[in-house]
């Protein structure tokens, strides 16, 4: 069982920056491949990163490739996503959720997420 919970949205206006942190509770972080989502009002969750359990491999949605960066800290079990140049359609909210087998892009593939947390940008 892993509980995941984010911190650090808020508002910002557009072309500034945020970073995001996901805290894990349990020793196995480690093994757990993390992802971010987003799910604005009105729309489907879509995804953001995903960061492997080692942090060796990457994945970014093209709408933030290039803007975000996602990375973790076992020792401290935490993932991050780093958002630069922040744009109002990115304003949403913001989950990290887990896996402990699947990397990749499907939400519903990932097994435990965290409660989410709002990210408004203004324009």
């Known amino acids: 069982q892993v509980q995941l919970v984010e911190s650090g949205g808020g508002l910002v206006q557009a072309g500034g920056s945020l970073r995001l942190s996901c805290a894990a509770s349990?020793?196995?972080?480690?093994?757990?491949?993390m992802g971010w989502f987003r799910q604005a009002p009105g729309k489907e969750r879509e995804f953001v990163a995903a960061?492997?359990?080692?942090?060796?491999?990457?994945y970014y949605a093209d709408s933030v490739k290039g803007r975000f960066t996602i990375s973790r800290d076992n020792a401290k079990n935490t993932v991050y996503l780093q958002m630069n140049s922040l744009k109002p359609e990115d304003t949403a909210l913001y989950y990290c959720?887990?896996?402990?087998?699947?990397?990749?892009?499907?939400?519903?593939?990932?097994?435990?997420w965290g409660q989410g947390i709002q990210v408004t940008v203004s324009s």
């Open positions: 349990g020793r196995t972080f480690s093994t757990y491949n």
């Open positions: 960061i492997s359990w080692s942090g060796s491999d990457t």
């Open positions: 959720a887990a896996s402990g087998r699947y990397y990749g892009t499907n939400y519903y593939s990932y097994d435990y």
